[in-house]
């Protein structure tokens, strides 16, 4: 047990209610005495300017951190860049140094001083963007699909109805080894994110379905049982069959998925399909428990599909996928009826990344299997790469300008798409975080502003209306041409279909407009969305496969795609060197002051913005006064203030903000082993973080105590073997609500 999970332990979320802090504020607990005795003195008002002067710049709750490890200043001090202290409910925001504080006062820490120091100061791995680039998962120029064996129905389906002319370099490779196979092997397709996988794998099924010129119907049993780790991307596969063989009107599929009423899933069964796709705990509910499932698959079934199969295995789905396996194998194959297809059942897992999950496979059902893959990695035939054409880019932020970092990010996104006049258009971005709370916290966050919003399905997507000045490119005079979504694995599964159904979809509601969904790992694997331009990876992966399918739902099928990657400063900027083999294209290390919060927050007046606000007050000035150079992180610094002030008045936001902060340090202390030497929750440094949402300190309520804290009242000791059980079951407890098959 690491000592993070020491850490994890002494958690307690029993939050109290939101606006306590205020009074706590007053208490001065934590760090050495001297800090706090001069701390206590502050408050009473009883120490002299001159020392004031000499802690401003440091973040006071930071002080009860027993770390203070940035005694380097990266940014230089600015009007803003010095503490600024603030009433919860007071009416200027400017800086108060060298006043006099009322005893209700919090202290807030400037964004641009005592920050740790980013050390990466050359990119080892550069983009050359003079370097012409294929895409690598692009369709291929020369090869067609009827010299793979493809049927002609089919062929001229996906020519005139799918507009898909020419197959991809694993469809080539993989169509025509599955078809001429008679059971002889099992198969493992693996390739890059975005090349279809999908229809390497349907395609040659569904050929060898029709090939066999026999009649079938609905009535003649599920050929293929098709598995997916997620509702969604169950949902999709389910979507990209149907649309197949709807040019073969008598072929039926069946979708099977958590969520939905099984009284008409198994309606449909007893109707009859020829191909059930579906989450395995739905799939193995059936068929326990349905007994015509039983008798639809007796005479047909050939082909198990683990589609994303290593993430089903690593979910901890073992057992499920062994049980599913089990009932399947005990149902005998007649090859009477059916003597074209394979005489035995074939077993075939698809990936774009191997995982200890495939070795457990192994065991269970590829026994013997078949590697068809591309695009790997150098020196390895299991790992692939990034696609090609995907522009990658990392930008190392401190803690406290994690949240004002993103928000330049999206704004100048937004304002790119603007300029380009983009009337017929829809851009997508992704936001990926790490846990449910802290989507829903930046979901609030950014869509909620002063009530310049419209709920559009449910409370999952909002359109931004005019008036909203969240982002600094917003006049408030204009339509925002944004809509937010939220999407995680806690939401209803009623609310994840729409969300999702609604971000994907091109219509009068979405055209010319900025879509961002802020979700977690549930949107990471295969889903294929529309024109999603940017990926942004708010919080790094829990492993590095996570990452190449968080950056492959964009630049898919050989279209363009950028992704932006956010780390801390420390030894997260070390995490660049284990992910380079990851992109052999190099990628763009991003300044995120100069590159992303300057173009953002120059030449824009952001103004102070609650509803605190006295109507003759002034917005805060600069103390360079007119000073371009410098404005920028005045703007900064005001945006923040006014998501502060916001989380201070609006106790749904805090709230959110609170758990948020609380269930990504959780998280955070989940990142795979072999990975915690970049991402240990003792590296960081939570009173910063804090900042990052919202907070102006480490929540209180938290009682995050290290076991090294000697104020700390020590937990009762527990034997290993029970807290190793313990922590089992609240990761599984963790994954089971996050992905709720
Ligand atoms: N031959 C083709 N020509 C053009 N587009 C294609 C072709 N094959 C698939 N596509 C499109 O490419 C996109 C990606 O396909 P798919 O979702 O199957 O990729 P994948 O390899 O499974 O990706 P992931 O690993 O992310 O799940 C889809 O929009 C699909 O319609």
């Not at 390895?380 to 932020?397: E, N, W």
């Not at 209803?492 to 009068?508: G, I, K, P, V």
């Not at 410098?630 to 006014?642: I, K, M, R």
Request: glycine letters at 6%.
């Amino acid at each position: 047990m690491s000592d993070d999970d020491s850490m994890l332990l002494n958690f307690s979320t029993n939050y109290d209610a939101p606006g306590d802090s205020f009074k706590q504020a007053t208490k001065v607990t934590g760090g050495r005495w001297k800090d706090r005795r001069r701390m206590k003195m502050k408050l009473d008002g009883k120490l002299g300017s001159r020392k004031r002067r000499a802690d401003a710049g440091g973040d006071q709750t930071m002080k009860s951190e027993k770390e203070d490890r940035s005694s380097k200043k990266t940014h230089r001090d600015n009007a803003n860049g010095s503490a600024v202290q603030e009433r919860p409910n007071a009416i200027k925001g400017q800086n108060t140094q060298g006043r006099m504080l009322p005893a209700d006062s919090q202290f807030v820490s400037s964004l641009f001083t005592s920050n740790r120091e980013i050390t990466t100061a050359v990119n080892t791995n550069i983009h050359d963007e003079s370097v012409a680039i294929n895409p690598s998962n692009a369709p291929l120029k020369s090869d067609l699909f009827a010299s793979l064996g493809v049927s002609d129905v089919l062929v001229s389906h996906l020519e005139q109805k799918m507009r898909i002319q020419k197959p991809t370099s694993i469809q080539k490779q993989a169509i025509p080894q599955i078809m001429a196979n008679a059971g002889k092997n099992d198969f493992f397709i693996h390739a890059q994110t975005g090349s279809g996988k999908t229809l390497s794998y349907l395609l040659p099924i569904i050929s060898t379905v029709l090939n066999m010129e026999t009649h079938v119907d609905r009535s003649s049993g599920a050929f293929a049982l098709i598995v997916a780790p997620t509702r969604e991307l169950a949902s999709q596969i389910y979507q990209v069959c149907s649309t197949l063989i709807s040019c073969c009107h008598y072929l039926v599929p069946c979708l099977l998925i958590g969520g939905e009423r099984k009284k008409s899933e198994k309606a449909r069964l007893r109707k009859g399909c020829n191909f059930i796709i579906g989450t395995p705990g739905r799939i193995l509910d059936h068929l326990q428990n349905t007994k015509v499932i039983k008798e639809q698959l007796s005479q047909s079934l050939r082909y198990i599909v683990l589609d994303e199969g290593d993430k089903l295995m690593e979910l901890g789905f073992d057992e499920t996928i062994s049980n599913i396996i089990n009932i399947v194998h005990d149902i005998p194959i007649n090859s009477e009826k059916f003597p074209k297809l394979p005489h035995k059942l074939v077993h075939m897992l698809c990936s774009a990344t191997l995982t200890d999950g495939v070795n457990k496979l192994r065991n269970v059902a590829l026994k013997d299997y078949k590697l068809i893959s591309n695009g790997t990695k150098k020196d390895s035939d299991a790992v692939t790469v990034a696609p090609d054409q995907l522009l990658q880019r990392i930008t190392i932020v401190p803690p406290k300008l994690r949240l004002v970092t993103l928000a330049a990010t999206l704004n100048n996104i937004t304002k790119d798409f603007v300029a380009s006049d983009p009337q017929s258009k829809t851009l997508r971005t992704i936001v990926f975080v790490s846990c449910s709370d802290s989507v829903e916290f930046h979901y609030d966050a950014f869509s909620g502003s002063d009530g310049h919003h419209k709920n559009l399905t449910g409370d999952s997507v909002r359109l931004l209306t005019k008036g909203n000045t969240m982002f600094p490119c917003f006049s408030g005079s204009e339509d925002p041409n944004m809509v937010i979504y939220k999407l995680h694995g806690s939401l209803s599964q009623q609310a994840r279909t729409s969300t999702l159904q609604h971000f994907a979809r091109d219509n009068e509601t979405t055209k010319g407009k900025h879509l961002i969904m802020f979700c977690t790992d549930v949107a990471s694997r295969g889903l294929d969305l529309p024109q999603v331009g940017s990926v942004i990876e708010l919080d790094p992966p829990f492993a590095v496969e996570d990452h190449l399918h968080r950056v492959g739902r964009t630049a898919r099928a050989g279209e363009k795609g950028e992704s932006l990657l956010f780390l801390l400063p420390g030894e997260e900027e070390k995490y660049m060197d284990y992910i380079q083999p990851y992109h052999p294209m190099g990628w763009e290390l991003l300044q995120f002051d100069k590159e992303i919060l300057m173009p953002a927050f120059k030449d824009v007046n952001v103004n102070r913005n609650d509803k605190f606000i006295r109507k003759d007050d002034k917005p805060s000035k600069n103390k360079d006064g007119d000073d371009k150079e410098y404005e920028w992180d005045t703007n900064a610094t005001t945006w923040h203030l006014n998501i502060e002030r916001r989380v201070v008045g609006d106790s749904t936001l805090k709230n959110l903000a609170v758990k948020g902060f609380i269930s990504h340090v959780r998280a955070y202390a989940t990142h795979i082993s072999q990975e915690k030497k970049f991402f240990n929750v003792k590296f960081l440094h939570l009173g910063h973080l804090a900042k990052s949402f919202g907070l102006r300190e480490r929540p209180k309520a938290m009682g995050l105590q290290s076991s090294k804290d000697g104020n700390s009242e020590k937990p009762a000791k527990e034997n290993s073997k029970n807290k190793m059980f313990r922590m089992a079951r609240m990761a599984e407890k963790q994954i089971a609500s996050e992905f709720n098959y």
